[in-house]
């Protein structure tokens, strides 16, 4: 080619990139990350919610959608906490197991990771923030069940924000030990009500909903989980270098396990309000990845039956355990593209990690 024509093509290239609008330059990797976990939920679970929604859901706004395998590696079915482990830390392990690997030594999860370089941390769950999902990105035993083990392992992070039930496991304990305490003494704002919690908008927080586990959405949990991710952003959102917010709805699993429709749907709802939140955060940041994926599903569910004007599901099971079909994924935000397809549920923590340069 004409060395001329070269020039005039560079030259040019210059001239429309520079008529680019920034908003439009958009980046490749995301400074946030927020990842989703609906525990149980499966498809059935996500078009239980669409129906009864009326036909609107925030999932559905999505730009990218694949598939996550769930299987462990004990088991074609998997348990949360071996499910939970393979997001956190990129490792097939054992049913039951919490941030270990199927040798049981502990493996370095991606909120370690992140803490390691300078971004802020945070978990939220409907459960106890003990249990197996939002314990397999903090802790490390080999039994999702050492509920005040799995407490103690709090303590020897920098975890920023931490929201759910859960609170027996802290205070009151076999040993003597008074956890609460020492959050106070490592700079936490240790909050005992969600009225509380929606108040804090800086600093180090600890808040706990409740002794145990929470009520579930029908019991009249009201909007724990939407506010507490509206909270868990204002404070993360404040560090510079960036953040790793995982939030669970814990509770579509537990209705899926007692084979209730009503609380499936209620759940899902709840969970995808909080989705809503997470993506107007995103929409307006436009340095954050949004991910919402599942653990595994729940109940084998079906729906025989729905009316998108009436807002009414028919659903039936095919068990009251989990099951080993594939899992959605959902993605929006720089880096979005690389989730689509079907994939292992190890993958989300490779690609994870990939974005975020690590």
Known sequence: MNPLHIKRILLCAVVVCAFIPVSAQKRHKPDNIILMIGDGMGVAQVYAGYTASHGTLNLFTFPVTGFSKTYSASDYI???????????????????????????????TILEYAEEKGLSTGLIATSTITHATPASFIAHQADRNNYEAIANDFLKTDIDVFIGGGLEHFSNRKDGRNLLQELRHKGYQVMLSLDSIRNVSQG?????????????????????????????????????????????GSQIDWGAHANNTESVVSEVLDFDKAVGIALEFARNDGHTLVIVTADHETGGMILQGGDYVKGTVEGKFATTDHSGVMVPVFAFGPGAEHFQGVQENTDLFKKMMSLYSF
């Open 78 to 108: 998997t348990d949360s906490g071996a499910g939970a482990t393979a997001i956190s830390t990129g490792n097939k392990t054992f049913n039951g197991a919490i941030g270990v690997g199927k040798d049981s030594v502990p493996a370095k």
């Open 204 to 248: 180090k927080l600890a808040g706990f909903t409740s002794r145990g586990s929470n009520p579930s959405k029908i019991e009249g949990r009201g909007d724990e989980l939407p506010d507490a991710t509206g909270t868990a952003l204002r404070i993360l959102s404040r560090n510079k270098k960036g953040f790793f917010l995982m939030v669970e």
